[in-house]
Structure formats: structure tokens, C-alpha cells
Nanobody, 116 residues
Framework: QVQLVESGGDLVQPGGSLRLSCAAS????????VGWYRQAPGKQRELVAI???????NYADSVKGRFTISRDNAKNTVYLQMNSLNPEDAAVYYC??????????WGQGTQVTVSS
């Protein structure tokens, strides 16, 4: 069992930056692939970025070059550094930890608002 707690969401102006954190507890976090997803009102949840247990990363085209996902296994935490934010990035951001097809955990989400 893995418990995930996201933090770092806030109101930011266009062009600004935020760093989201996903803190995990309860299991061997380092073996999990961890992704950040987001869901805006009226839209489907979409993958933003993912980091594998070995450190490999993948990003949605819409955030490439602006967002960076990283993990600190010693702290059981995955981060999402978001730069050059625009209104289209506004959403609830969720952390997901997955191992195989059987283990799949979600956090409660953190709100990111981009507005002047």
C-alpha cells in the first residue's frame, strides 16, 4: 500500500513557476513508476509527465521544455517543476504511483491556477 500526498499548488501569474511535490509513504516507493496527471474542468485527466523507477522520464508534448519531473527516493518524493506557466496549465494535478498492473495508487490532487 502506498499513500500519496501532493502539495505545492497555488495561484500563479502567467509566465510564473511552481514546484509540486508528491510525498509517498507506506511501501518501497523506489520501485514504482510515478506520474503527474492533471484534470481541468470539463476535460479528461491527462498524463503530464512520468518518471520510471530507473529515472527515465517522459512528457506530454504540451509541457516539454517547460516542466521537469524528478524523484528523490531517499525522501520518498517526486517533484514536478513547472516553468513558463500559462492559463492552459490550470488544473488539478494528481500524483500516481504504479507497479505492474496490480498496484496503482493516486493522491488527492493539488490545485494549480494560472491567472493574472
Amino acid at each position: 500500500q502506498v499513500q500519496l500526498v501532493e502539495s505545492g499548488g497555488d495561484l500563479v501569474q502567467p509566465g510564473g513557476s511552481l514546484r509540486l511535490s508528491c510525498a509517498a509513504s507506506g511501501s518501497i516507493f523506489m520501485i514504482y513508476d510515478v506520474g503527474w496527471y492533471r484534470q481541468a474542468p470539463g476535460k479528461q485527466r491527462e498524463l503530464v509527465a512520468i518518471i520510471g523507477s530507473g529515472g527515465s522520464t517522459n512528457y506530454a508534448d504540451s509541457v516539454k521544455g517547460r516542466f521537469t519531473i524528478s524523484r528523490d527516493n531517499a525522501k520518498n518524493t517526486v517533484y514536478l517543476q513547472m516553468n513558463s506557466l500559462n492559463p492552459e496549465d490550470a488544473a488539478v494535478y494528481y500524483c500516481n504511483a504504479r507497479w505492474g498492473s496490480k498496484y496503482d495508487f493516486w493522491g488527492q490532487g493539488t490545485q494549480v491556477t494560472v491567472s493574472s
